[in-house]
């Protein structure tokens, strides 16, 4: 199963409104990070919280980590037509027995920005 | 700098046929990795590369799957035979100086196997 579960799966707002994605995950984590992907294009990284951090910002994003509830959320303020896209949360995890570790993706929220 | 290139964008091929996908990782990064994304199973690690060394190719699917990077400029994702439940977009990131910070995506190749 993937280690980041991202909720929800879609979300569906008016521009101008703030937009909220969740992210769980199972194990211990050095860091977490967010990335979006529009529709047919790669993915692109927004920002990055290590395990000692809570809360952090960029623009109008917004991140916080609650390491105790394993948790993380995603904060778009004033949402615009042009968020619309697919976001990810990824945490390092090691998959296989003597294996590395890696980044993990979940599988998404697709967040549409209705104007 | 031109970000990861990959190539080609879309491949369409019959089962059997053998498919080749290529990445040009950012000049200086140390690390590339191949993923596969699909609606089904999402974002899936197949291997990845420190200085031109497969280091974890756990994620590769069978051995139909093979991977080189002869070069700090140049990787390919080779699949042969290839069969139609290997049809999904094929990413390519690279990374600089450790392989669990901030990735870089090309756009991926996207295959269609009939």
């Known amino acids: 199963s993937q280690q980041g579960e991202e909720d929800p799966q879609a979300l569906s707002i008016q521009e101008g409104e703030n937009a909220t994605m969740n992210c769980s995950y199972k194990t211990s984590i050095n860091n977490l990070q967010w990335y979006r992907q529009n529709s047919g294009r790669g993915l692109v990284h927004l920002i990055l919280?290590?395990?000692?951090?809570r809360e952090k910002h960029s623009g109008r994003l917004r991140v916080t980590l609650d390491t105790s509830k394993k948790s993380s959320s995603l904060l778009i303020t004033a949402s615009r037509a042009a968020d619309t896209a697919s976001y990810f949360c990824a945490t390092v995890r090691v998959l296989t027995q003597g294996g590395s570790e890696k980044l993990v993706f979940g599988k998404g929220t697709k967040l549409t920005v209705n104007p | 700098d031109a970000g990861v290139i990959q190539s080609p964008r879309h491949e369409v091929t019959e089962m059997g046929q053998e498919v080749t996908l290529r990445c040009k990782p950012i000049?200086?990064?140390?690390?590339l990795f191949w993923y596969r994304q699909t609606m089904m199973r999402g974002l899936e690690l197949l291997i990845y590369f420190n200085n031109n060394v497969p280091i974890d190719d756990s994620g590769m699917p069978e051995d139909r799957f093979s991977a080189k990077m002869p070069n700090a400029s140049f990787s390919t994702l080779k699949i042969q035979p290839s069969e139609p439940r290997d049809s999904a977009v094929y990413f390519c990131?690279?990374?600089?100086?450790?392989?669990?910070?901030?990735?870089?995506f090309g756009e991926g190749s996207r295959l269609t196997v009939l």
């Open positions: 990131a690279s990374s600089f100086f450790r392989n669990t910070g901030e990735l870089f």
């Open positions: 000049s200086g990064h140390d690390y």
């Open positions: 919280i290590r395990s000692n951090e």
